[in-house]
């Protein structure tokens, strides 16, 4: 079994920050891609960012100069710095992770969501 569980999400003024973490347990060979997505209320899920095992990292256009991703694999944890936030990143942010079990089984997991408010 995997579990992959968010901290860090919260009420934030605009302009303000937050980090998120997300860190994954169970019987972990390796993690290869992780990343963060975000759901606003009756809209679909959509990609915040992604990194690859080794850090190269991918924004949305949206979130691009504010945002940045990285991870520490010797924690099987992802992170999420959110800087200069506005009210539309106001949302639930769920981290994903395609990881390799020990017996070899590979899947994609994900966690199960944190929610961030950006409000005055």
């Known amino acids: 079994q995997v579990q992959l569980v968010e901290s860090g999400g919260g009420l934030v003024r605009p302009g303000g920050s937050l980090r998120l973490s997300c860190g994954a347990s169970g019987s972990i060979l390796r993690i290869n891609a992780m990343g963060w997505y975000r759901q606003l209320p009756g809209k679909e899920r959509e990609l915040v960012g992604t990194?690859?095992?080794?850090?190269?990292?991918n924004y949305a256009d949206s979130v691009k100069g504010r945002f940045t991703i990285s991870r520490d694999n010797a924690k099987n944890t992802v992170y999420l710095q959110m800087n200069s936030l506005k009210p539309e990143d106001t949302a639930v942010y769920y981290c994903?992770?395609?990881?390799?079990?020990?017996?070899?089984?590979?899947?994609?997991?994900w966690g199960q969501g944190t929610q961030v408010t950006v409000s005055s």
């Open positions: 994903n992770a395609d990881i390799i079990l020990r017996t070899y089984a590979q899947n994609t997991h």
């Open positions: 990194i690859t095992y080794g850090g190269g990292t």
